[in-house]
Each structure stands twice: as C-alpha cells, then as structure tokens.
C-alpha cells in the first residue's frame, strides 16, 4: 500500500502506480465512450448528480484508495526534494512533476462529486494539498538564507543573490510546477528578499552611489522596483546625493575663486 514508504521510495511507489493506473484509466475511458457521451448524459441531465464518466470514477477511487491515505507522505517528499535543490544538490525532478500532474489530474473529482456538476478541470487537490505548503515552506527557507547569508556577505552579492533565487524560481515552475504557482511562489520571495530587507538595501544604495558602482545600482533599482511604491524612497536617496554633490561642487569651485582672486590682489 506504500504507507510504510519515506522519501524518494514513497514518490517511486506513487509515480510508478499512477501512470500505469492513468493509463489504463484513459483506455477504459475511451473504449467506453459511447456509455460516457450517452448513457452517463442522460441520467445526469434526468436529474441523477450521482453518475459521472468512467475517467472520473476513476480518479475518484484513486483519490479514495491511494492518495487519502498517501498525501502527506507524498507532499512532505516532495518538498524535500525542493529543498535539496534549492540547497545545490541535484534531485529527480521527474518523481515531483509526476506527483504534481497526478494531483492536478484528481481536480477533476473534486468538482464532479462536492458542486454536483459535470466534470470539469480544477485545481483544488494541488493548492490545498501542496501549493499552500510548498509556499510556506519557501517563506521559511528564505527567511532562514536571508538573515544567514547577509551576516556572512556584503549587501550587494545578496542582490546579486536574489536575483540568482528569482530566475531558480522561475525555472522550478517552468519544469515541474503548475504555472499558476509562478505569480504566488514569485510574490513570497520578493516579499521575504526584497521587502524586508529594504532598511539595508536603501543604506546599500547610498554606499553605491557615493562610490559610483552604477551597475550595482542598477541591480538594486531593477529588484526594488519589484516591491509596490519601494522606489519612492530611492528617489529621495538619489535627489539627496545629488543635492550634496551639487552643494560641495559649488563650494569647491567657491573655494577656488576666492583663492584666485586672492592670488591676483596678492600679485598687483
């Protein structure tokens, strides 16, 4: 039953049996094709809320017999192997994208049996059984390499970090995630990277201005303006350096007539 099963060996255990169980849920399907389009039809559009499709009656046991009992086993694994990756070490990426297309397939019982509608797409059992804590697993992860590496390292290698986790992040999404994940997953990190740390990333752009690193400040600008109304006090730090570069400009070039004209009175 796999409820004995931890880690890569329980996502094996799960994969192997729902591909070849989807499968043949799909063959089934469509050898009974003309019951689905006719039979299953008209006993629903009768008034009956209690018939569905083979497929559906499929996902519906395999959600009851396999992934009821399974799930948080499953969902902690993955995760897991999120984490390692995100710590540089190489993962099977396939044993999570099997996981995540199985329970974006099982939505489909979830509306058919809870709404007493007819089958359609919904992503339920993925947001309440992984999404929600795979982002909150993020959050911690984050959090934890934030306060840790800024003790360790200057605040422009952590943008240049950050930006580094931003494009991982959308990459992990792009390979194995569901896509309506990206817009969450990428609002967290900015959230944890970016806006909470902004007390030193504005004392950061000051460094980098008076020191005239403008490619780092275009780094710092590019991540700040990912955060809503974050660049207004950047604005203000760039107003006032150039205020003060202007004021000892003019008090440097002050300074030099006064010492000309001296010079000139000196030499009559």
Not at 34 to 41: D, S
Not at 104 to 115: H, I, M, P, S, Y
Not at 232 to 244: A, R
């Amino acid at each position: 039953s796999g409820t004995d099963l931890q880690g890569e060996d329980v996502l094996r255990f799960y994969t192997n049996r729902w591909e070849k169980y989807q499968f043949s849920s799909k063959v089934m399907n469509d050898f009974c094709s003309y019951i689905n389009r006719h039979w299953v039809q008209r006993e629903y559009n009768s008034g009956r809320k209690d018939v569905y499709d083979i497929y559906t009656m499929a996902m519906d046991t395999w959600q009851k017999v396999v992934f009821q009992p399974l799930h948080k086993q499953v969902t902690h694994a993955c995760l897991d192997l999120i984490k390692s990756e995100r710590n540089n070490e190489i993962i099977n990426t396939r044993l999570i994208s099997g996981v995540i297309q199985s329970y974006v397939a099982l939505g489909f019982t979830e509306d058919g049996t809870n709404n007493n509608q007819m089958t359609a797409p919904t992503l339920t059992i993925y947001k309440d059984f992984f999404e929600v804590q795979f982002i909150l697993d993020t959050e911690q992860f984050y959090r934890l390499e934030a306060a840790t590496f800024l003790v360790h390292n200057s605040v422009t290698e952590y943008l240049k970090k950050v930006a580094q986790r931003l494009d991982e992040e959308v990459h992990r999404v792009q390979s194995y995630l569901h896509p309506s994940t990206l817009s969450f997953l990428i609002k967290k990190v900015e959230e944890v990277l970016i806006r909470d740390q902004l007390d030193v990333i504005y004392t950061e752009a000051k460094i980098l201005l008076r020191d005239e690193r403008y490619q780092d400040l275009a780094l710092l600008f590019r991540l700040v303006n990912r955060i809503t109304n974050a660049t207004n006090e950047l604005k203000k730090i760039v107003e006032n350096h150039v205020y003060e570069m202007g004021i000892h400009t003019i008090e440097r070039v002050s300074g030099t007539a006064i010492n000309v004209s001296l010079i000139l009175i000196n030499n009559r």
